[in-house]
Nanobody, 125 residues
Framework: QVQLVESGGGLVQAGGSLRLSCAAS????????MGWFRQAPGKEREFVAH????????YYADSVKGRFTISRDNGKNTAYLQMNSLKPEDTAVYYC??????????????????WGQGTQVTVSS
């Protein structure tokens, strides 16, 4: 079982950037595909981005496409979410998640076995 710890959240003005990190420990990180999700107050958790085990295949929610980039460094057991051109509607708690088996339905919580504790991102207008 892998354990995940997010960091890098904070307060930023609209148009700014943040990079979130997700440090993994435990089983071999490279055997897990990774996802980032977010949950705003009063809303359901939603998919943000997905990375394959190698990082060669990525998917994004339409709302962040072209602004956010998911990446990973398997040598450092860390996944990243680079967030540019941030908007107030990006304000949420961001969670990284790891999945081991099937990547089917990668845009839902279903295939992800392990979740981090979340990191708050607040974008002011």
């Amino acid at each position: 079982q892998v354990q995940l710890v997010e960091s890098g959240g904070g307060l930023v003005q609209a148009g700014g950037s943040l990079r979130l990190s997700c440090a993994a420990s435990g089983r071999s990180f490279s055997t897990y595909f990774m996802g980032w999700f977010r949950q705003a107050p009063g809303k359901e958790r939603e998919f943000v981005a997905h990375s394959s085990r190698s990082g060669s295949v990525t998917y994004y929610a339409d709302s962040v496409k072209g602004r956010f980039t998911i990446s990973r460094d398997n040598g450092k057991n860390t996944a990243y979410l680079q967030m540019n051109s941030l908007k107030p509607e990006d304000t949420a708690v961001y969670y990284c998640a790891a999945g081991y088996w099937s990547t089917s339905y990668y845009y839902t919580a279903r295939p992800y076995d392990t979740w981090g504790q979340g990191t708050q991102v607040t974008v002011s207008s």
